[in-house]
């Protein structure tokens, strides 16, 4: 599957192949934003959104360390973080990556093509966005002059997935927590299996770990539920975000048990 970075959102959440195919791109691409923004809003740039968090965005506060390198962090020094990240988090940002398309590209493992100054090449979507560490100014592993000209997945239909998206309200909100979820069974058994998460994590965020919990396994609440213990167990919360952290663990069972009801 290629799909050019200038598609725009509605386009492909409408389009009868990837509803039959890969309904979990779909359903990820019609729970963000509102009706306008997906009518005009391009794969391409929705994959670089910057962050929402408030410390970053009103130029009024000088502590900002992707903003202004250096500077400190006014979420983590005594700031409001109740939709701050409790994954990839580092001691210098807390802030969410806030997209909803990429943790469906993340869970299928596609590719990002790029041109640029010496011409195309490809990489993995994995490596697109770069955890804060200890430069969280670098967003990306874009070099200067990249242009994003299509993602591409691997040769594999995902029949049975989904991304379950829970929020404040029902439309227009960012994710607290979402779980995107693509699912290859054998009757009650898993044999592959693919998970991503969003709305709690500084980058898209794969939970290979709890993917590999998962295979070989049978399919029920336990099993989905210790699946979504280690996805969660090295996770970093504050007083405000903690929350984070149980309905994380409990979107993803929640995605998994849904996702192993849809017909394969």
């Not at 807390?94 to 909803?100: H, K, L, P, V």
């Not at 295979?215 to 336990?222: I, M, S, V, W, Y």
Request: hydrophobic share 40%; net charge positive; glycine share 8%.
């Amino acid at each position: 599957l290629r799909i050019g970075a200038l598609t725009r959102m509605s386009s492909l959440a409408d389009n009868a192949m990837i509803r039959s195919d890969y309904p979990l791109l779909s359903y990820s691409l019609w729970l963000a934003a509102s009706p306008q923004l997906r009518n005009m809003a391009r794969l391409g740039g929705n994959v670089l959104q910057r962050t929402r968090c408030p410390y970053y965005r009103d130029t009024g506060y000088d502590q900002c360390n992707r903003r202004n390198p250096g500077s400190g962090c006014a979420a983590l020094d005594g700031g409001v973080t109740r939709n701050h990240a409790v994954l990839g988090v580092s001691d210098q940002c807390i802030a969410t990556y806030q997209g909803d398309w990429a943790q469906a590209l993340i869970a299928l493992d596609a590719n990002v093509e790029l041109l640029g100054k010496d011409g195309p090449r490809a990489i993995r979507f994995a490596d697109l966005h770069r955890m804060p560490g200890d430069n969280p100014a670098q967003e990306n592993n874009l070099r200067t002059g990249d242009l994003i000209t299509a993602f591409s997945i691997p040769d594999k239909t995902w029949k049975r997935s989904k991304y379950l998206k829970i929020r404040d309200r029902e439309s227009y909100a960012y994710a607290l927590a979402s779980a995107a979820v693509a699912l290859d069974m054998d009757g009650d058994t898993v044999r592959d299996v693919r998970i991503g998460l969003g709305g709690v994590a500084t980058v898209p965020w794969r939970a290979s770990e709890a993917e590999a919990a998962l295979k070989g396994q049978t399919l029920d609440e336990a099993s989905a539920t210790r699946a979504a213990q280690i996805a969660f167990s090295r996770a970093q919360g504050t007083q405000e975000n903690a929350f984070k952290i149980k309905l994380g663990r409990e979107t993803l069972v929640r995605a998994l048990l849904e996702t192993a009801q849809m017909e394969g």
